[in-house]
């Protein structure tokens, strides 16, 4: 399952859901939420409640350009024990914005496209960030999208290191080897758009030394 990254500013209070339906037996409700940790522990978690398959947490404060990990573990009234985590970027932006035409009309539009940043409930980066990206990397939008599935690829192999909860490892390490892959292709296009070996060489060494047996 993906962990869901939301934004809010630092002088912000909002629910934060975790939706267990896709974890649950069938007939399977929450009858406990047992705990919501923020990883770093700079973000204040308010109490949380339930209701059927999903609990919620109001989330508040938090240090500006800082990306939490939110872990909510429940019990469930056939007895299980579940945890599922999301991700949580906290910055003191004014109109926080995400955008995608599937039309494909803009750079930002064509970068979301070939990363599958495509899902409005589920942004993976804020066009203020894939617009810097486009800027540094002169309007190239394969460049960008691959420095930006770099990010990725590293964001996911330090979150893997700080989480305890084996099914939400277990998640983490799955997006982790998703986007290596997603990675690996986009790195084997742009060798191809530059008809040299090198791109790709220097490709194939960025990803063995991500060592990714220690994520998954």
């Known amino acids: 399952m993906a962990l869901i990254r939301r934004t809010k500013q630092p002088a912000e209070s909002r629910l934060f859901d975790f939706d267990f339906s896709g974890k649950m037996r069938p007939g399977d409700t929450i009858a406990t939420v047992e705990?919501?940790?923020?990883?770093?522990?700079?973000?204040d978690v308010g109490t949380a409640t339930f209701s059927g398959a999903v609990a919620q947490a109001p989330l508040s404060d938090g240090v500006d350009q800082t990306e939490y990990i939110v872990q909510c573990l429940?019990?469930?009234?056939?007895?299980?024990?579940?945890?599922?985590?999301?991700?949580?970027?906290?910055?003191?932006e004014v109109g926080i914005v995400w955008t995608y035409?599937?039309?494909?009309?803009?750079?930002?539009?064509?970068?979301?496209?070939k990363i599958g940043d495509t899902v409005e409930g589920a942004p993976l980066f804020l066009d203020a960030e894939i617009t810097a990206t486009l800027s540094a990397n002169a309007s190239d939008v394969l460049k960008t999208s691959i420095e930006l599935m770099r990010s990725l690829v590293r964001r996911f192999a330090r979150f893997s290191g700080t989480l305890k909860a084996d099914d939400v490892s277990k998640d983490v390490g799955k997006l982790y080897q998703q986007y290596r892959e997603q990675l690996e292709?986009?790195?084997?296009?742009q060798r191809a758009t530059v008809g040299s070996t090198r791109g790709g060489q220097l490709g194939s060494q960025y990803l063995k030394s991500l060592k990714p047996k220690q994520y998954c």
């Open 185 to 189: 292709e986009l790195l084997l296009e």
């Open 74 to 92: 429940v019990t469930t009234t056939q007895g299980d024990t579940l945890e599922i985590a999301g991700l949580l970027w906290v910055a003191n």
């Open 101 to 113: 035409n599937p039309k494909l009309l803009t750079p930002i539009d064509l970068v979301r496209f």
């Open 35 to 43: 705990s919501v940790v923020a990883t770093p522990d700079s973000l």
